[in-house]
């Protein structure tokens, strides 16, 4: 459990607060690149609590800045995105993507005094079909997150994104507490309905596993293990890595290259993007027939977008209609009665309330990893605020790719950090296996 006070440190990200000034030592994720279009409408985008517009502009730069206008504070989402720049309706004047007013059409030519006006804009890089800004304190800004899955071209991953309705903590605890894949999703399955020859046999025989978890560099990891067969465990692997990302343990370690980022919007929604390399080996997703394990077939229907500042990615399933959950499949199919990882996985971290009050939890050695993670993050925002100490990865990205997660068989004669190291070295890189095709085709 958590004191109100340690929650409140972990939860709020606005301007000013500890663990919003955390963040804002990163580059965060803050759309995908296609919402954006040359001299299209502005967007309006929810960022750590600040109320941004997003617009690319006319040669294909992109803005990221505070919506009020400097000059009367009308919403700048209003404006006319025309030839390299963003026209405010109210008055006529005119700002760059880095915010530098360009015209005062209302001011008098002797009067002008653009060159000391700027509206707040931050910084933008893009990369990995994501708009990232950053909206730290530094001059220069820091590199970018070293991690494989963001370094693939366009045509070797996938994304997935969809909004949630919860503090950002919420959401990524929700992938750090893999113990609940053997009830939330695959409560109903039984061992013989699953393939014999896939080693994620052992996660369905044995629901009570085993934990081990540590502090890193990037931030915690932590393993599930189990007998196997005779002589070996069953492992799964999972990371957090500062400041929002996570790695799960859902597939093969072996090509298990993916990432989870929860963006917070505000202190109360999240924006979560879901990134996989196109090759990956499949997780336990199907019966031993080849069907879909009952439930888990996806199902995500989104709500129309709206330019609301909630108003992108939203599920149609949601609070206000229970997640569409079937009280007779839940008896006679799939233990929960909603159908879909993504829908499961929404309703459990949304009906716990938009904050979760810690303080009323028993947690269980199965919550290991995610009592580090709290202590990691709470550390790290303290360290921050008392001595402006950042976490390694602020400057060195590079340690992020010591980093993976996913399942395999070790033997049991192994300490679970030795058998990590050894199937890391053997695990495959799809930036390596791009360098080699690439070689191959010249």
């Not at 071209?153 to 959401?171: D, G, K």
């Not at 990524?172 to 893999?178: A, F, K, P, V």
């Amino acid at each position: 459990m958590l004191t109100a006070a340690s929650n409140d440190l972990l939860t709020r990200v606005g301007p000013g607060t500890p663990m919003g000034d955390l963040m804002r030592q990163y580059w965060i994720p803050a759309c995908l690149s296609e919402e954006l279009k040359p001299d299209g409408e502005p967007m309006r985008l929810l960022l750590l609590g600040e109320q941004l517009i997003a617009f690319r502009d006319t040669d294909g730069r992109i803005g990221v800045m505070e919506h009020r206008c400097p000059h009367r504070c009308a919403s700048l989402f209003f404006g006319r995105n025309e030839e390299g720049g963003l026209r405010c309706i109210y008055h006529g004047w005119k700002f760059d993507v880095e915010g530098n007013c360009l015209d005062m059409p209302n001011v008098p030519p002797a009067q002008d005094f653009k060159h000391r006006v700027k509206a707040k804009a931050y910084k933008v890089i893009e990369r990995a079909g994501f708009v990232w800004t950053y909206m730290g304190p530094r001059e220069e800004a820091p590199p970018l997150p070293n991690i494989e899955i963001l370094m693939l071209p366009e045509a070797e991953r996938f994304t997935r994104v969809h909004q949630r309705e919860c503090n950002w903590f919420q959401s990524l605890e929700g992938d750090i507490d893999t113990s609940h894949f053997g009830f939330l999703h695959i409560g109903g399955l039984k061992v013989e309905d699953v393939d014999p020859n896939t080693i994620h046999r052992w996660g369905v025989g044995d629901r009570a596993p085993d934990y081990k978890a540590t502090e890193t560099e990037w931030g915690t990891m932590y393993a599930a293990y189990r007998p196997a067969d005779p002589g070996t465990y069953y492992y799964r692997f999972a990371h957090f890595l500062f400041p929002f990302i996570t790695f799960t343990p859902n597939g093969s370690f072996e090509d298990q290259i993916a990432c989870t980022l929860n963006v917070p919007m505000d202190d109360t929604h999240t924006m979560t993007y879901n990134v996989a390399w196109k090759q990956k080996t499949r997780p336990l997703e199907t019966l031993a027939n080849g069907d879909w394990i009952p439930g888990l077939a996806p199902d995500m229907k989104f709500l129309p977008n709206t330019n609301d500042w909630y108003g992108r990615h939203r599920l149609v399933a949601r609070r206000e209609n229970d997640y569409f959950i079937d009280r007779d499949m839940q008896k006679n199919v799939n233990y929960t009665g909603i159908q879909g990882i993504g829908r499961q996985d929404q309703a459990a971290v949304e009906c716990m309330g938009e904050i979760v009050d810690r303080s009323l939890e028993h947690l269980a050695p199965s919550d290991r990893m995610i009592a580090i993670t709290r202590k990691r993050l709470l550390t790290a925002a303290q360290e921050l605020m008392n001595e402006k100490k950042v976490p390694a990865t602020v400057d060195n990205p590079d340690i992020c790719r010591g980093a993976r997660g996913g399942a395999f068989v070790a033997s049991a004669k192994l300490d679970w950090l030795d058998a990590y190291a050894e199937n890391l070295q053997t695990a495959k890189s799809p930036l390596g296996l791009l360098t080699r095709m690439a070689l191959a085709a010249e």
